[in-house]
């Protein structure tokens, strides 16, 4: 039986404070690999103690440059794949899907380092009219290969997200956010056991797990960019219609139009940080700090959202329940 695990950094056990996920802070990112490395181990010793035989693990986070897995600590039974045919190889016949350390969408506000693929770009995406996370397209993605997703985890609200849209699938809420930057972890002994036992309950009961449908096309996208800039390069892609200074749309004819649609726009957009983190290269880590203040922990106060026009998932997961009468 051949598992893929797709993992992230902002959900990751004991992760509670940006400067963990982002490699400019030195120590304290260098310290956090092993704790997305020993998450990982947890699922990984689920996942064979429910029969899995093969065990792939993508490097999500930033596209895993840099590293943020210590390979060599990886549990025996499982593979870092490194490189972009190995992983295409390995993904083409999987029988599952598992998403380890995964996030909220861009604009929770109850999320933990929310966001939506990239902070700097203070991206929001949208499909078919609703907004959508990284873990949805990560789910809808792997039903176009053929297998499903069995399990997320992560914090509270990403658990809650990924349950809004795809009820069946298992979750392990490993801390709960105390503000967008900030979160309360539960021991690390605590969750790397959930992770573990969850694992291996999700993949015995892999029939009960059906493979989704994808959204049937034509299947119309909208991204929207904190600034204007980023959206500029993105509008000159044939297919993606300008509806605003910071709103384009675009629609596909299925979901590997859509896949590399929306990967072209996303180098793009961040070609035009080439400059800017070129001229950061080499300055004090103060102005580092106010730097990733600036664009990753504050730009949804100011920014977002900017599609009121779109039905969006957010808006119901913030909702306090009423109380019965």
Known sequence: ??????????????????????????????????????????????????????????????????????????????????????????????????????????????????????????????????????????????????????????????????????PEITGVTVKTALSRTSAECLSLKKTRRMIEDVATHALKNLSQFKVLETPEPPIETDLVFASPGFTDPVAAIPGYRRKGDRWLSYTAKNWPELDEAFSMALRLALSQLVNLQENLSGVESEQVNRYVREFVCHVWESKFPPLPKLKTHREKQVQPKQPKL
Request: positive net charge.
């Open 1 to 166: 039986m051949r598992v893929v695990i797709i993992s992230d950094f902002e959900g990751i056990s004991g992760v509670h404070t940006f400067r963990q996920v982002i490699k400019e802070f030195g120590k304290p990112f260098e310290k956090a690999k092993t704790l997305i490395t020993e998450d990982i181990n947890a699922a990984v010793r689920g996942l064979k103690a429910a029969g899995a035989t093969e065990i792939g693990v993508v490097d999500g986070h930033r596209w895993g440059n840099p590293p943020n897995i210590i390979d060599e600590k990886i549990e025996a039974g499982a593979t870092v794949l490194r490189k972009k045919r190995e992983r295409d190889d390995f993904i083409k016949s999987c029988d599952a899907q598992v998403l380890v350390g995964f996030h909220a969408m861009a604009g929770t506000k109850d999320g933990f380092l929310s966001h939506t693929f990239s902070s700097i770009l203070g991206l929001a995406l949208g499909l078919k009219g609703q907004y959508i996370g990284e873990t949805a397209w990560c789910v809808w993605k792997g039903a176009y290969t053929g297998f499903p997703t069995i399990m997320v985890t992560g914090d509270a609200a990403v658990v809650r997200e990924a349950k809004s849209f795809f």
